[in-house]
């Protein structure tokens, strides 16, 4: 036997570990493949604002994303005064008519505090109260019916009991009859499922923001800090035993402090008002201090604002630590809110890019 | 037995502190809403304050049209036509009556109507048409659950059409309307610059007294408010707030709503006058002590009639939050109005740093000749000197009050104080003082019951005092400023007559047939029922019953013959199933001597002076006697019952199941008791063979006249499951509570009887009695309803020590060594589980 058999010829060396490397791939395409299944993104947002009325850049928003269905708040339901029962307050008027291309899905927030007190009747009533009141303004938007009602309620371990109630009232109720019944879901509530319970809905909406403490003195970022995702979602979020949607935030606030102390959050103020140096000093990370007395934004001289907005970096950080933990094929995302004013600083290449990092 | 369930006391909001100087001092009543009340938002129920000024507005209204239709057109119909028809009735009259001029029937007499419908008014019969034609719109729905909206496209095309109406309308009474229509109609659908300009072009500049100017007014704040424009808008209400009483409340709401720094609104005040009342409204939003408010209106408008409010407020604050838990020794109701008073020495302090400084103020608005009614200054300070202690400073500001024809309400005032000031001035009350107090008291007596006619208005529906200011006040005088006084001199009797006094203000003249098994002695005040011996009371029946009483006593005494009402409940069948009730009301002739005398036996049977408390009981009539204990309500079952008596001799082996009997037997009421045990005690003397009967016999009838028998109310008026918790409250608890006199006289039965079965039987009696000397843990309740819930019970200490202590009773140890050959003995040990468990114990030493 020659010598030369035994040793492959260079060529052919080339060749074999050519045809192992491309295999090598092919076979790592394929693992990875088996881990990761393309998602069908829908994209839609929350209306809520008290007053419905066609905006050009809202509308061309709804079109660019080919928005199905838009989740509208139909109104908040608190007590009111001197009345003891639940009461809708706010409830939104329809200027104009929801496009003819998207469906409304209504949503009612309650104020937990309103279920404390209520009996077993109470409850029973206030769901006979509410589905003929969501028709009725279903049909002032420009619809005949809807598909889904959603319940926005940040409910409590004491107030557990009268929330699932008043769920499977809702849901047994005839005007329900065919139709989803969908719940808003914060993030303590998804990490802490033994004391917050499983809501009997047919789907939630995972609210991945509002997670920080608003009221702390410092320059976090309570609408959205990915330290803090962390701590209540993990593989939680693929476990939970009902289908997610997931809630991004596109809005911004000035979160205003006196004397470290937290005093409210303001409505006037805007990016623009604190980048003026003739009433506010930069601090420096996101918090802007009073240079004098602004008696229209109810501030002192001294009182200190941490302005708390939405990058898109935020969002994609957001999107890229989700995105592997959701194991479902179709994924909504609804964005709060729909604002011509909020969606300013956006364009629409931006939500695009959070849709391809969850798909 | 009977169970009193119970809840609260929640205190009235309009009668829950101590008030000497009334808040309604001012001429009118307009600022009632603003008074000082640390219980509620606005003073008086916010419904009733509301509709109050609805009504006061409808009326104004109706009064305008009379006025202007002429002397034929009462208001009253212009009131009903436009507000109080029913909405059937209001509908056919305008779709078919008006319009046809044809006037229902029942509307047939209405002058307003027949007015408008006569040809002479067409255009009044128009505007009127116009306007209820458009209330369908406009009217704020008050089911928050309807999902319409407002129809903003339909309220603007009639709110054009108004315009229209307006000026081609040549009437300037019913061209006011339209354009206060059309300012209206543009506000509800929302077209704020719109009505905004009708308001500027076309109502501004009309001249006339008319309310509607003012209404208008209220809508053009409320557009100013809506586009933005706050400070132009709380002017405008602050306006409002002065000037349009019917629109007060709103304005005064709407103002604090809008929070505008107070300095942005002053710019746009004409003068002083406006400003003061901005700083009115500011404090009269002021819980707190503070002059701010006061010393800013008197500055800025000296003349105010805000001035007198601002002040009143100020001293009923220092009456809620330190003269009331000073002078209840901080026994509060704690935690309501503003303060937690009596726990902090700062807020207390706080209240001793203000009052020179009110004080202060009140002397300046007297002096400085600025203020129209400076005697108001001077009642204020003499009064704030009483509060301090400082009789002769008191004494002196009310004789610097020249005015020698206050009006009615300040003349009241001064004598009040004059009276609180003479009262504190006294050093030890006698027949010189207590005369020189008769005059004022006198006068006190006369404005109680000029008030008993007053009806008490609905926010006060629940409390009787409401807006009884004298009845309150005089309640509170007699029993924390005079009865205190005779209490400090050891004079019991004339402190209890003063706290009757102070009950009788306002009697609750009614008897409901559930609390007529008590006992007579019911009626009279608690202090009267727990705390007099008979030592007292004879005392107050010769006071009482003396024939040369003095004025003071008579004035004290006054309300002894009051006549009472009766009220009788009857339970009627519903037609709709289940039942209704109807009362009935019959005067009775009263006298509370025979109260006192039920009071006298029932002290002399808990000191166990029979002979005594027959002779007190046969002042009563025998029947009235019977009956006072006789009849009542059963909660069993339930129901009324009549004619059922106590077995107040019947020897109880176990301490439930109370039956009462159908028949009279032994002691069936009291004075019988009392005969039955003055002849027991008389055979122990004469039959001293049978004694020991005679002691086992009068032992039970003190254990059934104890809280644990039957016939319990011959002993005390009131009977509650948490009695046996408290430590000894009254001079008759060691025998009503710990059963004492009865375990001495079921010893004394053991010890003359010859028969062991009786002795042993005495023996267990007096184990019964000792058992109640045990003190019973709090806990207790909560075992028991632990047991019902099945739920396991772990005792704490107090509850270890009780187990223990209830069966290591020392009579058990006396049965078992002495009488355990007895057929009593297998009795006692059948009846007594506690009896039970002892002898189980001792079985297991004695093993051991």
Redesign the interface.
């Known amino acids: 036997m020659s010598g030369s058999s035994k040793i492959m010829s260079n060529a052919n060396t080339q060749n074999y570990y050519n045809i192992k490397f491309q295999a090598s791939c092919f076979l790592l395409i394929l693992t990875l493949s088996a881990c990761h299944h393309p998602k069908t993104i829908n994209t839609s947002f929350y209306f809520w604002k008290t007053v419905f009325k066609t905006k050009k850049t809202e509308s061309a928003w709804l079109q660019h994303f080919k928005v199905k269905s838009l989740y509208v708040r139909i109104m908040d339901i608190d007590r009111?005064e001197?009345r003891s029962e639940p009461?809708?307050i706010l409830?939104i008027?329809?200027k104009n008519k929801i496009p003819d291309s998207v469906k409304i899905i209504p949503v009612v927030f309650i104020v937990n505090d309103v279920l404390k007190s209520l009996t077993d009747t109470g409850i029973s009533a206030l769901a006979n109260?509410i589905l003929?009141?969501v028709q009725?303004?279903v049909e002032?938007a420009g619809k005949s019916d809807f598909e889904e009602l959603q319940i926005d309620c940040d409910w409590t371990a004491s107030t557990r009991e009268h929330f699932f109630y008043l769920l499977k009232q809702l849901k047994k109720h005839p005007m329900m009859r065919h139709k989803k019944l969908s719940v808003t879901l914060r993030l303590h509530q998804l990490k802490n499922q033994v004391k917050s319970g499983i809501p009997p809905a047919d789907a939630a909406i995972l609210m991945c923001y509002n997670m920080g403490n608003l009221r702390a003195y410092g320059n976090q970022n309570s609408i959205l800090e990915m330290s803090e995702l962390k701590k209540y979602l993990n593989q939680n979020i693929g476990a939970y035993p009902m289908p997610l949607a997931i809630g991004l935030p596109l809005f911004n606030w000035a979160v205003a402090f006196r004397n470290k102390e937290y005093i409210g959050i303001s409505k006037k103020i805007k990016f623009v008002d604190l980048i003026d140096k003739n009433q506010f000093i930069f601090i420096g990370d996101n918090i802007y201090k009073a240079a004098t007395d602004l008696?229209d934004f109810g501030l002192n001289k001294a009182d200190e604002i941490r302005w708390e907005a939405i990058s898109m970096d935020d969002l994609q950080a957001v999107a890229t630590y989700l995105s592997p933990l959701i194991k479902a094929n179709t994924l909504t995302v609804i964005y709060f809110h729909l604002d011509e004013n909020l969606l300013k600083p956006y364009h629409y290449t931006d939500l695009e890019k959070v849709n391809q990092i969850l798909h | 037995m009977l169970l009193d369930l119970a809840c609260g006391p929640e205190p009235d909001p309009y009668d829950y502190y101590i008030s000497f100087f009334h808040n309604n001092l001012s001429p009118k009543n307009d600022y009632q809403p603003f008074y000082f009340n640390g219980y509620t938002f606005m003073n008086g129920d916010n419904y009733d304050i509301e509709s109050n000024n609805e009504n006061l507005e409808q009326e104004i209204n109706a009064k305008e049209w009379a006025h202007y239709l002429g002397k034929t057109v009462k208001f009253k119909d212009v009131q009903k036509a436009m507000y109080k028809l029913e909405d059937t009735v209001e509908a056919a009259l305008y779709n078919k009556f008006l319009i046809f001029g044809k006037l229902p029937d029942s509307l047939k007499h209405n002058t307003f109507l027949r007015k408008i419908t006569s040809r002479k008014e067409k255009s009044a019969l128009h505007y009127y048409l116009f306007a209820e034609g458009i209330e369908h719109l406009t009217k704020i729905r008050d089911d928050r659950w309807d999902p319409k909206p407002v129809d903003s496209v339909a309220v603007d095309k009639k709110a054009k059409e108004a315009f229209s109406l307006a000026t081609k309308e040549k009437d300037k009474f019913l061209k006011l309307r339209y354009y206060y229509q059309t300012q209206r109609l543009y506000h509800y659908s929302k077209n704020y610059l719109a009505a905004l300009k009708i308001h500027k072009d076309y109502i501004s500049n009309i001249q006339s007294d008319s309310h509607v100017l003012g209404w208008a007014l209220c809508y053009k704040a409320g557009e100013e408010w809506k586009i933005g424009m706050k400070n132009e808008a709380a002017y405008l209400l602050s306006q409002i707030f002065e000037k349009y009483p019917e629109r007060r409340l709103m304005a005064y709401h709407d103002f604090l709503s809008i929070n505008t720094p107070m300095e942005e609104v002053f710019k746009l005040c004409k003068n002083n006058r406006e400003k003061g009342v901005i700083y009115a409204i500011k404090g009269f939003h002021t819980p707190r002590i503070g002059l701010e408010a006061l010393k800013n209106v008197y500055k800025t408008d000296p003349k105010s009639a805000m001035i007198g409010i601002l002040l009143g407020r100020e001293i009923n604050k220092i009456e809620e939050g330190y003269l009331t838990p000073r002078t209840n020794g901080d026994e509060y109701y704690g935690n309501i109005g503003y303060y937690d008073h009596s726990k902090y020495d700062s807020v207390k302090k706080g209240f001793i740093r203000y009052i020179p400084k009110l004080k202060a103020f009140c002397e300046q608005l007297a002096t400085e000749g600025k203020y129209h009614e400076p005697e108001l200054g001077k009642l204020a300070s003499a009064y704030l000197s009483w509060i301090n202690k400082d009789t002769i400073g008191g004494f002196k500001a009310l004789a610097e009050i020249k005015n020698e024809h206050l009006r009615p309400k300040l003349a009241d005032e001064k004598q009040m104080i004059k009276l609180l000031l003479l009262t504190q001035s006294i050093k030890k009350i006698d027949t010189t003082t207590e005369n020189k107090l008769l005059p004022l008291l006198t006068w006190l007596d006369k404005k109680v019951k000029e008030e008993r006619n007053l009806k008490n208005l609905s926010f006060s529906d629940w409390s009787n005092y409401g807006l009884k200011y004298y009845s309150a006040s005089a309640r509170d005088f007699y029993v924390k400023l005079l009865a205190p006084m005779y209490f400090k001199q050891h004079d019991t009797a004339m402190a209890a007559l003063c706290i009757l006094k102070s009950e009788r203000t306002i009697y609750v003249k009614t008897i409901t047939k559930y609390y007529s098994d008590r006992g007579l002695g019911f009626a009279m005040p608690e202090f009267w029922r727990t705390e007099l011996n008979s030592k007292n009371l004879n005392k107050l029946l010769n006071l009482e019953q003396s024939a040369q009483k003095s004025g003071y006593l008579s004035l004290l005494t006054k309300e002894f013959r009051e006549p009472i009402t009766q009220k009788t409940e009857y339970e009627l069948p519903n037609t709709k199933g289940g039942y209704y009730y109807k009362a009935r009301f019959t005067i009775l002739k009263n006298d509370l001597t025979k109260n006192i005398y039920d009071l006298l036996g029932t002290a002399y049977l808990r000191e166990h002076k029979y002979v005594a408390a027959v002779s007190a009981f046969k002042h009563i009539d025998a029947k009235e006697l019977t009956h006072s204990t006789s009849s009542g309500f059963d909660y069993y079952s339930y129901t009324n019952y009549y004619n059922r008596y106590p077995d107040a001799f019947v020897e109880k082996l176990k301490d439930y199941d109370n039956k009462l009997s159908k028949k009279k037997v032994k002691g069936f009421n009291k004075l019988n008791f009392a005969m039955h045990m003055t002849q027991l005690e008389k055979l122990v003397k004469t039959d001293p063979k049978n004694a020991s009967k005679y002691y086992y016999d009068m032992a039970n009838g003190l254990y059934n006249t104890s809280y644990y028998g039957m016939a319990w109310f011959y002993t005390a008026y009131k009977w509650t499951s948490e009695d046996i918790y408290l430590k000894d409250r009254y001079y008759y608890d060691k025998d009503y509570l710990h059963e004492h006199t009865a375990e001495t006289l079921f010893l004394k039965a053991e010890k003359l009887s010859r028969s062991n079965e009786f002795k042993a039987k005495c023996i267990f009696m007096a184990a019964k009695c000792r058992q109640k000397k045990i003190k019973i843990p709090e806990d207790a309740e909560t075992k028991f309803a632990v047991y019902k819930l099945g739920a396991e019970y772990h005792p704490n200490i107090e509850g270890k020590l009780y187990n223990r202590a209830i069966r290591q009773n020392p009579y058990f140890k006396i049965l078992k060594n002495q009488y355990a050959k007895t057929k009593f003995y297998k009795t006692a040990i059948n009846e007594c589980s506690y009896f039970r468990d002892f002898l189980a114990t001792t079985a297991t030493r004695s093993k051991k």
């Open positions: 009111v001197n009461t809708p409830p008027l329809f109260k003929p009141f009725a303004k002032q008696p």
